[in-house]
């Protein structure tokens, strides 16, 4: 809607994963430097964490992109499923026709695919979201790993990418072969300060503009200050901006737009910007809630907690009005008394 106005190409902030729009940073060089190395090995685990909105399902696109095609892979975005079910997605994936839903079918096909391909070719099976697999599938994929022991022609990758709460479940009593099959432990890091500025740059460098024409360096100092180094909430604050920016017909955006976009996000009950700390995010969202005031239940409670502020119950035009009728009541009583 807004990139005729501001002359981009596309939307610079997209919430949803763009290969082209990766900001490659050390942490993600390196894994992915890690992944391209390891891939090529006949078989194992890798396993690359990170907080959510830091660029993990960019990075799994980027790498689905720049594989060459002796790489052979299954993408699975939606892992709460059983290890049925997995196979059958990955036999999908590959156009391989299902013949039968048991286990044993299944898996007979899966190896029988596995076997076939090429010498120099490797199957590598990406799961997003891998915190969300259940612990009974991760045993049965350990299990696969150890049928596979005596199958020296056996090329299978798996590559899990979750949050950080993937590598405790990786530590789970059950999952030792899995864990030991783990060749490869990356973390994707949030942005620093620096990283951030420099990734608003990179974002609105492919789209044909520069930060300069956008945002006033006090309006970039408090996107980056408010992401806390995460990717997504950038998008989403600057996707707002440019839209709020966009409405006034403004071509630069200063901070009291971002300021204003950032109340609109955190809520009606929020006046002040605080910056989010430790806050989980969904994934392909277009909204944040961050912390809300309860309603008012008993003045009792007001009183018991004095960090919480009349005005955090009513706002300013309403203590007005009632001053005003109150102002008014007082007048009205004081003519009738004085009245004959």
């Not at 590959?94 to 695919?113: A, H, M, P, S, W």
């Not at 005596?150 to 479940?169: C, H, N, S």
């Not at 018991?304 to 008014?328: C, E, R, T, W, Y």
Request: with cysteine; net charge positive; charged share 25%.
């Amino acid at each position: 809607m807004y990139n005729e106005f501001y002359g981009f190409s596309e939307k610079p902030f997209k919430i949803t994963p763009d290969p082209k729009f990766l900001y490659v940073t050390s942490s993600i060089r390196e894994t992915l430097d890690s992944v391209m190395k390891d891939i090529k090995n006949r078989q194992g685990v890798i396993s690359i964490t990170g907080e959510a909105g830091t660029g993990k399902t960019t990075l799994i696109y980027y790498l689905l992109m720049i594989l060459n095609h002796k790489v052979k892979t299954a993408f699975i975005f939606h892992p709460s499923v059983t290890f049925e079910d997995l196979l059958e997605i990955i036999l999908r994936e590959r156009c391989i026709k299902v013949t039968g839903k048991d286990k044993q079918t299944l898996l007979n096909q899966f190896i029988e695919y596995l076997l076939h391909i090429g010498s120099d070719e490797t199957m590598a099976v990406i799961i997003d979201e891998a915190q969300h697999l259940s612990k009974e599938t991760l045993e049965e994929l350990g299990k696969l790993f150890e049928c596979f022991e005596d199958m020296a022609t056996m090329r299978l990758k798996i590559i899990f990418v979750g949050q950080p709460e993937f590598e405790d479940m990786l530590n789970l009593s059950g999952l030792k072969i899995i864990s030991q099959k783990t060749d490869i432990r990356s973390k994707i890091k949030a942005l620093t300060e620096e990283e951030s500025r420099k990734y608003v740059e990179h974002r609105l460098k492919l789209v044909g503009c520069s930060t300069s024409e956008i945002f006033s360096p006090k309006a970039i100092s408090v996107v980056t200050d408010y992401a806390q180094g995460s990717p997504r909430v950038i998008n989403i604050v600057c996707d707002n901006a440019l839209m709020s920016s966009f409405t006034e017909s403004k071509k630069k955006i200063d901070e009291k737009i971002i300021l204003k976009v950032i109340k609109n996000l955190e809520g009606p009950s929020h006046r002040a910007f605080m910056p989010l700390r430790n806050l989980s995010f969904v994934k392909r969202t277009n909204l944040i809630r961050h912390k809300r005031i309860p309603p008012p239940r008993i003045m009792s409670e007001y009183n018991s907690n004095p960090s919480i502020h009349i005005s955090d119950f009513i706002s300013q035009k309403q203590i007005a009005v009632m001053f005003m009728l109150l102002l008014g009541l007082v007048v009205i009583v004081f003519l009738m008394w004085t009245s004959p």
